[in-house]
Each structure stands twice: as structure tokens, then as C-alpha cells.
């Protein structure tokens, strides 16, 4: 059954003739100011030994109702011509709201079926999550930290370490690797041996890398820039070399530009 109807402006309405208990229809001096939809609930003879409860379903013709009888178990009775009828809130009407709060399964099973829901609709493309992309981001972006040029490893990198490690190198040449960034590279040899600068053509260090070269053996080490590339420095000795002063000495390495470097420290 649909929802009924109420309204608050009702005025008292009187029966045009009499019913039966089984009449199925019944007529009234007016319906003005009685809900104007159905159904709705009428009381004949209200406060009276002759209270019924009916259910009006529908208009008839002119002022005769279609109505269901005994609603809310108020018994079907038969009626007066003039008995006094009102639109009023009855039991049920405060009854089916608990049921229904109160009731664990079937909660809309006092007036009929649950009702389904309504199937959802979207305005938009819904991108589901697949072996390369969460949503609308891919696994390529995924995989960098800015989102644009740089795989995270690479980034990661990039940036000095907390604790830098050692690359430790015995030979007497040996040219920088991309590993090398934030990194103490050890030159361990007798004789002297040359540390290599590349170009960023050849090996791509990011601007602002630093690389700290120590000389732990006997052998000098000097720090020679690839042809292009440009390693500024200041000697103390005003002597035109890029080596270490002596064993246990460092110099550190920064990158300013593209192929541009800035060397200092303990310098012959």
C-alpha cells in the first residue's frame, strides 16, 4: 500500500446517508479540506460505541469515497446519515514507525515489499586499479618521485647520503661513475694515480652532487676533468694542479653547471 496522505486543515465532515458494515463506498456532506490524494484515513463516529477506522482509497463520483472497511482492526460497523466523520491520526500511524525501528528483518514488511534501490549512475569515467596503473596515475608516474623526468631510485641517488659509503680503488686510474655521487672515493696506490671527472654527456650527475676523494696511499692523486669539462680550484701554492697535498688528505668535488665543477680542499 502507498503511503497515506494527511494534511492539518480537515474539518469536521457528517455522512449524507447511511452504510451498512459492508458497503465498500460512502458519502459525504463535502470533501473540501480533506487531503486531495490517496489513500487517507477517515474516522466515522469517533469517540462513540459505533468508532470505525476506514482506509479512502479513491474518489468515487462528487463527494462518495471509495473505502476499504475495519481498518486497524476497528471492526466494521453499520453508520447513521449525519454521523459525525473526521480525518484524524489513528494507532497505526504511531504503531508502524516502532515496527519498523524496532523490527530486525522485513523492516518494510507493515505496508508491503522491501522496495529496491535504486541502481547508482555516474557522471564519469570510473579507471580501475590494473598491473600498470592505480586510477588515473600509470606506473611509469608511479615510479617517479616528481612525476615527470626521475625514477625514485634515481632521485634517491641523487641526494647526499646520511652516512655516505666508500667506493675504495686501488688502481692508478679511474674515472667517476653515477654511483659515486655523495660518496667517499678512496685512492690506494703507491705510485700516482689520476681520478677522472666526465663529461654529463658520458655520466649524468645531478647539479649539487658532491663526491669526496680521499688519497690514503703514498701515490698523489691528481683530479683531471675530462676535455669539455671545466674543475675550477684554488692551490695554496698558487701551483696550477688539481692534487691532493698528501696521504690522509681529501678534496671534495661539487657540481655548480652541466660540465662545470668546483674542487676544494688540501691542495698542493
Do not use: C
Amino acid at each position: 500500500m502507498p503511503a497515506r496522505n494527511y494534511t492539518s486543515t480537515a474539518e469536521a465532515k457528517t455522512l449524507s446517508a447511511s452504510i451498512n458494515d459492508a458497503a465498500s463506498t460512502m458519502t459525504l456532506n463535502s470533501i473540501t479540506t480533506l487531503p486531495g490524494t490517496y489513500p487517507y484515513t477517515l474516522v466515522i463516529d469517533p469517540d462513540t460505541a459505533k468508532e470505525e477506522i476506514v482506509t479512502v482509497t479513491g474518489l468515487s463520483a462528487g463527494t462518495t469515497l471509495n473505502i476499504t472497511r475495519n481498518a486497524d482492526s476497528s471492526g466494521a460497523k453499520a453508520h447513521d446519515a449525519a454521523a459525525v466523520v473526521r480525518h484524524m491520526i489513528t494507532a497505526r500511524d504511531l504503531q508502524e514507525p516502532q515496527d519498523h525501528i524496532y523490527a530486525v528483518t522485513n523492516v518494510h514488511g507493515v505496508t508491503g515489499s522491501i522496495a529496491p534501490l535504486a541502481s547508482p549512475t555516474f557522471t564519469g569515467t570510473v579507471v580501475l586499479p590494473s598491473a600498470t596503473s592505480i586510477g588515473n596515475v600509470t606506473s611509469t608516474e608511479i615510479g617517479y618521485v616528481d612525476g615527470v623526468t626521475s625514477a625514485i631510485q634515481t632521485q634517491l641517488d641523487a641526494r647526499a647520503l646520511l652516512s655516505p659509503l666508500t667506493n675504495a680503488q686501488t688502481g692508478t686510474t679511474y674515472t667517476l661513475v653515477l654511483g659515486d655521487a655523495g660518496k667517499y672515493i678512496e685512492m690506494n696506490n703507491a705510485s700516482a694515480n689520476t681520478l677522472t671527472v666526465p663529461l654529463n654527456s658520458s655520466v649524468a650527475f645531478p647539479t649539487g652532487t658532491e663526491i669526496t676523494i680521499i688519497q690514503t696511499g703514498a701515490g698523489a692523486t691528481t683530479i683531471t676533468p675530462t676535455a669539455g669539462v671545466t674543475v675550477n680550484y684554488y692551490s695554496l701554492t698558487g701551483a696550477a694542479t688539481r692534487i691532493i697535498k698528501a696521504q690522509w688528505s681529501a678534496a671534495t668535488l661539487i657540481k655548480r653547471d652541466t660540465n662545470t665543477w668546483v674542487l676544494i680542499g688540501n691542495l698542493q
